[in-house]
């Protein structure tokens, strides 16, 4: 299995940084091949803009994914843009490792997104869910916060159900280009608890690695599921 973890975290000492490091010991000593994206550490620009294009199909307005697409075609996407995107399709398992920052993630990996989840190749027309670009591959989402679990749990939790908070992610964003999505692993707590207890998670979190064959994705729409308008299909309908 080829996998790619995108890390965002500006602290190389951090806890997060240690889930990244984790993930790649334990991969490569199941015998996977692992490539690491270092948002931080590679000084990644996160601003989707014009500079994108080494030429434009419009020069005179600019449509970020269509403009996209057909630098993909021509060759004459930002050439940063092109390494991030050939370790992309290269990789059969996505990992977003990151801290969580006010529910969602942090700025460097939404420009990540933005920059590299590229239109024509990851999605479009009605290339999305089950028949997105990225269709066969599975992603992942492992993050550390300093909530504690129970703060989450459910909707009477304090913080509410995760579900919501990480839907604009999971849903719309890696299961809409076509990946199969795993449930996310969280690290709670850590600037609160213990080296032991920090342990502990990591413990948790390899085991999670080890097993990832076994573990049911998330279910998300299958366009079978919708008419040609999009509607979704009553069970008395035909499709």
């Avoid at 991030?84 to 801290?99: G, H, M, R, S, T």
């Avoid at 080890?210 to 729409?221: G, H, Q």
């Avoid at 079978?224 to 035909?238: I, M, S, T």
Wanted: with cysteine; aromatic share 10%.
């Amino acid at each position: 299995m080829n996998t790619l973890i995108v890390h965002a975290h500006p602290e190389p000492q951090s806890f997060c940084t240690a889930m990244k490091d984790l993930a790649v010991a334990t991969l490569e000593g199941a015998g996977h091949a692992v490539q690491v994206s270092d948002l931080y550490a590679m000084n990644w620009n996160p601003v989707a803009s014009a500079a994108d294009f080494q030429a434009r199909s419009n020069p005179d307005y600019l449509v970020y994914a269509l403009e996209q697409r057909e630098a993909v075609k021509a060759g004459v996407i930002a050439a940063d843009i092109a390494a991030e995107l050939d370790k992309l399709l290269w990789a059969d398992l996505l990992i977003l490792n990151f801290p969580l920052f006010w529910c969602s993630l942090p700025a460097m990996l939404k420009g990540w997104i933005d920059r590299v989840l590229v239109s024509g190749t990851c999605y479009g027309g009605l290339r999305f869910y089950d028949r997105g670009g990225l269709a066969g591959k599975r992603a992942l989402l492992s993050f550390s916060l300093g909530g504690q679990q129970h703060m989450f749990e459910d909707e009477d939790a304090v913080h509410g159900d995760w579900e919501p908070m990480l839907r604009p992610l999971q849903r719309g964003t890696l299961a809409y280009v076509g990946m199969q999505v795993l449930p996310p692993f969280a690290a709670y707590h850590v600037p609160y608890v213990s080296p032991e207890a920090r342990g502990v998670i990591l413990d948790q979190y390899r085991d999670y690695l080890l097993r990832l064959e076994s573990v049911a994705p998330l279910r998300f729409p299958s366009l079978a599921d919708f008419d040609r308008g999009l509607h979704p299909l009553r069970p008395e309908v035909p499709a």
